[in-house]
């Protein structure tokens, strides 16, 4: 037997694909099907060996992979998650780089499922788990819970046409954002110049001058105290138990950072708070958001007026006066300098948004650049309402004429969406920053399963309603042959009354292990991906 690069002889240390599957459940203790092997070959984890229609695995190959990181960290997550998680919908062969690709990380977004997911149910390939295709190029795809436009920006690449909606209007500004199309000469000379006034405006700021001097003292006392990679070895080694040296350390550089305050002036947060903004934001962090705001009014482009918009709204995010390991979760704001878990050193909170505004001014520029080259000469929009019972047809002729007349001769093939999860995540509240300064409207109260109203059993009843209402309203404008994919956590078992409650039924359930994910709980964790379809 030969491959491309040397003979092989059938032997024990090479198997067939059944052959294989039979050792691997002996030698994990548990089912390993010949899928589970194709799987590895497909993904480059093990290596094809083999020709005249025979496929071979090494022996040697498969015991290297079940034994490193990845292999055990998959027979783990089965063992505690089941047998029939599809660890090839984990994607754990991918780089961050590539999950938030182009203008997929235009903005931060708390439960957004990565672009390779939507492109795995909306592409034209088969494999042993996918047995169809749902989707072609020139199909309209419709995402009724949008978020910051996933879905849209998948179907874009793939040729099709998808419409999203979303209760929130900030939500809605990101998806569009995404997909729409600039003139980047202006773009970029908007941005340098919005760049340089603030540079000039803050120039002779004492703030300025503080925290110059304040970041050569961080560096003097970190590089004393927590030196590089000196300060690692000592925890890994245990030599001292790293919170009761860090609250030392951290009391220690305090009369420096309060001389320097005193010194230079500096005013830290606002004695009222009454906003988010004045809450969140130290005072000349406020300023000067204030003065870029005041420039992003005076953009007559209004593309590129929402562009800058969402860059400085990104800016301020990263601003917020808090640690470095809580911009996720707020807990109380950080006027002095701390000791940061997350970088192992005394860290400072932001006193200007110079910097960051530069490298997202930089970035976003980038990012849809790289999108214009990918895009594909169809239509996509996201509607700003309640998909309960948005007139869909009626909202297009309004923002869409193009995918209005569409929608009139063509019914849209089906849906990929992930709806929120119950008790989760308030979708408004992540983002009041912007609705702050912005002065975006609020819809708080149409939200489906938001985290204010808990999990308990009244919460449950009033999410299984809504995404059934959600279902129930666009199904009229679906064909009849479509296909929905919901994903969801469904830990209460909910989707099935969901299904049954819209008319609909679950035809395949996709088990997904779930890795890279953002808050502190990295243990097993998976979601479903629901294929539903017309009773």
Same mark, same amino acid.
């Given at each position: 037997?030969?491959?491309?690069?040397?003979?092989?002889?059938?032997?024990?240390?090479?198997?067939?694909?059944?052959?294989?599957?039979?050792?691997?459940?002996?030698?994990?203790?548990?089912?390993?099907?010949?899928?589970?092997?194709?799987?590895?070959?497909?993904?480059?984890?093990?290596?094809?060996?083999?020709?005249?229609?025979?496929?071979?695995?090494?022996?040697?190959?498969?015991?290297?992979?079940?034994?490193?990181?990845?292999?055990?960290?998959?027979?783990?997550?089965?063992?505690?998650?089941?047998?029939?998680?599809?660890?090839?919908?984990?994607?754990?062969?991918?780089?961050?780089?590539?999950?938030?690709?182009?203008?997929?990380?235009?903005?931060?977004?708390?439960?957004?499922?990565?672009?390779?997911?939507?492109?795995?149910?909306?592409?034209?390939?088969?494999?042993?788990?996918?047995?169809?295709?749902?989707?072609?190029?020139?199909?309209?795809?419709?995402?009724?819970?949008?978020?910051?436009?996933?879905?849209?920006?998948?179907?874009? #690449?793939?040729?099709?046409?998808?419409?999203?909606?979303?209760?929130?209007? &900030? +939500? =809605? *500004? %990101?998806?569009?954002? /995404? @997909?729409?199309?600039?003139?980047?000469?202006?773009?970029?000379?908007?941005?340098?110049?919005?760049?340089?006034?603030?540079?000039?405006?803050?120039?002779?700021?004492?703030?300025?001058?503080?925290?110059?001097?304040?970041?050569?003292?961080?560096?003097?006392?970190?590089?004393?105290?927590?030196?590089?990679?000196?300060?690692?070895?000592?925890?890994?080694?245990?030599?001292?138990?790293?919170? #009761?040296?860090?609250?030392?350390?951290?009391?220690?550089?305090?009369?420096? &950072? +309060? =001389? *320097? %305050?005193?010194?230079? /002036? @500096?005013?830290?947060?606002?004695?009222?708070?009454?906003?988010?903004?004045?809450?969140?934001?130290?005072?000349?962090?406020?300023?000067?958001?204030?003065?870029?705001?005041?420039?992003?009014?005076?953009?007559?482009?209004?593309?590129?007026?929402?562009?800058?918009?969402?860059?400085?709204?990104?800016?301020?995010?990263?601003?917020?006066?808090?640690?470095?390991?809580?911009?996720?979760?707020?807990?109380?704001?950080?006027?002095?300098?701390?000791?940061?878990?997350?970088?192992?050193?005394?860290?400072?909170?932001?006193?200007? @948004?110079?910097?960051?505004?530069?490298?997202?001014?930089?970035?976003?520029?980038?990012?849809?650049?790289?999108?214009?080259?990918?895009?594909?000469?169809?239509?996509?929009?996201?509607?700003?309402?309640?998909?309960?019972?948005?007139?869909?047809?009626?909202?297009?002729?309004?923002?869409?004429?193009?995918?209005?007349?569409?929608?009139?001769?063509?019914?849209?093939?089906?849906?990929?969406?992930?709806?929120?999860?119950?008790?989760?995540?308030?979708?408004?509240?992540?983002?009041?920053?912007?609705?702050?300064?912005?002065?975006?409207?609020?819809?708080?109260?149409?939200?489906?399963?938001?985290?204010?109203?808990?999990?308990?059993?009244?919460?449950?009843?009033?999410?299984?309603?809504?995404?059934?209402?959600?279902?129930?309203?666009?199904?009229?404008?679906?064909?009849?042959?479509?296909?929905?994919?919901?994903?969801?956590?469904?830990?209460?078992?909910?989707?099935?009354?969901?299904?049954?409650?819209?008319?609909?039924?679950?035809?395949?359930?996709?088990?997904?292990?779930?890795?890279?994910?953002?808050?502190?709980?990295?243990?097993?964790?998976?979601?479903?991906?629901?294929?539903?379809?017309?009773?």
């Amino acid at each position: 037997m030969q491959d491309s690069m040397f003979h092989i002889p059938y032997s024990e240390d090479y198997l067939t694909l059944k052959e294989a599957s039979e050792w691997a459940t002996e030698y994990l203790k548990r089912n390993v099907t010949t899928s589970n092997i194709s799987y590895l070959i497909n993904y480059g984890k093990v290596k094809k060996h083999g020709d005249n229609g025979t496929i071979l695995v090494s022996k040697k190959e498969l015991i290297k992979y079940y034994d490193s990181y990845y292999g055990k960290r998959e027979n783990d997550w089965k063992k505690k998650l089941g047998d029939d998680l599809d660890w090839h919908l984990s994607f754990d062969y991918l780089k961050e780089v590539d999950t938030t690709k182009h203008v997929h990380r235009l903005h931060p977004y708390k439960g957004k499922f990565i672009p390779q997911l939507v492109q795995y149910f909306l592409d034209n390939h088969t494999d042993e788990f996918k047995k169809e295709i749902y989707f072609k190029p020139g199909d309209i795809v419709l995402d009724p819970f949008c978020g910051s436009g996933t879905t849209l920006i998948q179907a874009n #690449e793939l040729g099709m046409h998808a419409i999203g909606i979303d209760v929130s209007s &900030f +939500n =809605s *500004l %990101i998806s569009n954002i /995404k @997909i729409s199309k600039y003139d980047f000469l202006n773009l970029n000379n908007t941005l340098k110049e919005i760049t340089n006034q603030l540079r000039r405006f803050i120039i002779d700021s004492n703030t300025v001058e503080f925290e110059n001097v304040l970041l050569q003292e961080l560096a003097l006392f970190n590089n004393k105290y927590f030196p590089v990679p000196d300060y690692k070895h000592w925890l890994k080694e245990k030599n001292f138990k790293e919170y #009761e040296y860090a609250v030392k350390k951290e009391k220690e550089f305090l009369p420096i &950072f +309060n =001389s *320097l %305050i005193k010194k230079y /002036k @500096i005013e830290l947060l606002k004695e009222e708070a009454d906003s988010f903004l004045d809450k969140w934001y130290l005072s000349h962090v406020r300023i000067e958001i204030d003065f870029i705001f005041n420039l992003i009014k005076k953009i007559e482009d209004i593309n590129i007026k929402k562009v800058v918009t969402i860059i400085l709204s990104r800016t301020i995010r990263s601003c917020r006066a808090t640690t470095h390991s809580d911009l996720a979760t707020l807990v109380e704001p950080i006027t002095k300098t701390y000791y940061c878990h997350k970088h192992g050193k005394i860290c400072k909170p932001l006193f200007s @948004i110079m910097g960051w505004w530069e490298r997202y001014s930089i970035d976003t520029l980038k990012r849809l650049q790289q999108f214009d080259k990918l895009r594909t000469n169809t239509y996509q929009t996201c509607l700003t309402g309640d998909s309960r019972e948005i007139d869909i047809q009626k909202e297009l002729n309004t923002h869409n004429r193009n995918l209005s007349r569409l929608l009139s001769s063509n019914k849209i093939k089906g849906i990929f969406s992930s709806p929120p999860y119950v008790g989760l995540i308030d979708y408004h509240e992540q983002h009041a920053y912007a609705y702050d300064l912005f002065g975006f409207e609020r819809r708080d109260d149409l939200e489906i399963g938001p985290l204010i109203k808990g999990k308990g059993k009244e919460a449950r009843d009033s999410y299984v309603e809504g995404i059934s209402k959600v279902l129930l309203n666009v199904k009229k404008y679906l064909a009849e042959d479509f296909n929905i994919f919901l994903v969801a956590n469904d830990k209460n078992n909910l989707y099935p009354i969901i299904a049954q409650n819209s008319g609909l039924k679950i035809v395949q359930q996709f088990k997904r292990p779930v890795l890279n994910r953002t808050e502190r709980d990295k243990g097993a964790y998976s979601e479903i991906i629901f294929n539903m379809r017309n009773l």
